[in-house]
């Protein structure tokens, strides 16, 4: 079974460029999240999709974050224009509609903005 | 608010010695404690949860209400074990799963 996927692994921007990131979950999986990693911080919760529905989006950071999830199918987390303190690990997770609580992660995009 | 509290980012223990990641936490109501590893060049996973009671790798963790604790416990240090940790919290049941993590612990088992 393939597990979450994401792209890219690695996107390197100047300030105030467009980058999208994307995430395939585990097939059949209805819930999936999007988490961040900024260097030495904690990993913060972003959103949250039940299918193609926005669960929870309190933890997006500003209007510069704007993700979708067309379809209920894959996600995209789209910034523009990215900042500095935006660099970071994007991470994606999964899990099935009844989950017993495990998340499951993708290896995470990193996003570098200079 | 919810929070998870890691008080260690670094820890380096010899192979064979025991090692104890601590994990503190404030949430209220009734939480569900997990903890969470990455291997170098892996992806985050889930390691053990509270709930199970059950030990993992030789990992044990014990979830202490009253001192809002749960740390990650092993007796006997493997190089393999070398990894971070997270500890991570959640609601203990639906089906919104969102996780609040820690900011993690880099574990170090030294030959």
């Known amino acids: 079974e393939a597990g979450v996927t994401q792209f890219p692994s690695h996107s390197v921007i100047e300030k105030g460029q467009t980058v999208t990131l994307r995430c395939d979950p585990i097939s059949g999986h209805d819930n999936l999240y999007w988490y961040r990693r900024v260097m030495g911080k904690e990993i913060k919760f972003l959103l949250h999709f039940v299918k193609e529905s926005k669960q929870d989006e309190s933890g997006m950071p500003n209007n510069r974050f704007l993700a979708e999830r067309t379809g209920g199918t894959y996600s995209t987390l789209k910034v523009q224009p990215a900042e500095l303190e935006d660099s970071g690990v994007y991470f994606c997770a999964s899990s099935p509609r009844i989950s017993g609580g495990e998340l499951f992660f993708g290896e995470g995009s990193r996003l570098t903005v200079l | 608010a919810q929070r998870v509290t890691q008080p260690e980012k670094l820890l380096s223990v010899f192979k064979g010695a025991p090692v104890e990641l601590k994990c503190n936490y404030s949430y209220s109501g009734s939480p569900e404690l997990f903890w969470y590893v990455q291997y170098s060049r892996q992806r985050l996973q889930l390691l053990l949860r509270?709930?199970s009671r059950e030990s993992i790798k030789g990992f044990t963790a014990d979830l202490n209400k009253g001192e809002t604790s749960f740390h990650l416990k092993k007796p006997f240090a493997q190089e393999e074990d070398s990894a971070m940790y997270y500890c991570?919290?959640?609601?203990?049941?639906?089906?919104?799963?969102?996780?609040?993590f820690g900011s993690g612990t880099q574990l170090t088992v030294l030959p």
């Open positions: 991570a919290l959640g609601p203990l049941s639906g089906s919104a799963r969102q996780l609040t």
């Open positions: 509270h709930i």
